[in-house]
T-cell receptor
Framework: AQKITQTQPGMFVQEKEAVTLDCTYDTSDPSYGLFWYKQPSSGEMIFLIYQGSYDQQNATEGRYSLNFQKARKSANLVISASQLGDSAMYFCAMRRDVEYGNKLVFGAGTILRVKS | DAGVTQSPTHLIKTRGQQVTLRCSPISGHKSVSWYQQVLGQGPQFIFQYYEKEERGRGNFPDRFSARQFPNYSSELNVNALLLGDSALYLC???????????FGPGTRLLVL
């Protein structure tokens, strides 16, 4: 079965610095998608970035980039120039493309706190 | 453009009761998925509906059911509520069957 592991329960970063949130995954499927979501204390899950398993280049979306290392089965999120508003819970998730549906499997999450 | 909307935002029920949660997807989105997020954990997949048909079901008991309407909105029903059903219930919509999912603000259910 597919599994997502986020080993950092909590992280601190100084405002304006970069931070990397770790995510490793376990699947034997050749085709899959990897996602990162941000969940502020309000509860809504906000989509940040997507990486397909066949994508040759690492995904980037503004201050977010995904460091995709397929052989190591890791998909780390890098947030550059951290802002106070980045303080939230961050979830890594995976979707199996071989399945008919759109089921996401989530990790346990990492709480990020940005210090001023 | 309006995002995914869910109602109600909060709900308190007692054990054994039944609850119905509602979700309206982003305009043009035809797929709706439901997730349960227990405090301190990541969301767990419950159902996906696409074009009004069930396309996926997670490991949840038959007390959980859902449906999708012709306008692509969806309802999640939970019967015979247990204390362990207390959670944040998230609805997500996507354009197609396997597209990026966008989540609503969730419904916080407390079962006493």
């Amino acid at each position: 079965a597919q599994k997502i592991t986020q080993t950092q329960p909590g992280m601190f970063v100084q405002e304006k610095e970069a931070v990397t949130l770790d995510c490793t995954y376990d699947t034997s499927d050749p085709s899959y998608g990897l996602f990162w979501y941000k969940q502020p204390s309000s509860g809504e899950m906000i989509f940040l970035i997507y990486q397909g398993s066949y994508d040759q280049q690492n995904a980037t979306e503004g201050r977010y980039s995904l460091n995709f290392q397929k052989a190591r089965k890791s998909a780390n999120l890098v947030i550059s120039a951290s802002q106070l508003g980045d303080s939230a819970m961050y979830f890594c998730a995976m979707r199996r493309d071989v399945e008919y549906g759109n089921k996401l499997v989530f990790g346990a999450g990492t709480i990020l706190r940005v210090k001023s | 453009d309006a995002g995914v909307t869910q109602s109600p935002t909060h709900l308190i029920k007692t054990r054994g009761q039944q609850v119905t949660l509602r979700c309206s997807p982003i305009s043009g989105h035809k797929s709706v998925s439901w997730y349960q997020q227990v405090l301190g954990q990541g969301p767990q997949f419950i159902f996906q509906y696409y074009e009004k048909e069930e396309r996926g079901r997670g490991n949840f008991p038959d007390r959980f059911s859902a449906r999708q309407f012709p306008n692509y909105s969806s309802e999640l029903n939970v019967n015979a509520l247990l204390l362990g059903d207390s959670a944040l219930y998230l609805c997500a919509s996507s354009l197609g069957r396997q597209e990026t999912q966008y989540f609503g603000p969730g419904t916080r259910l407390l079962v006493l």
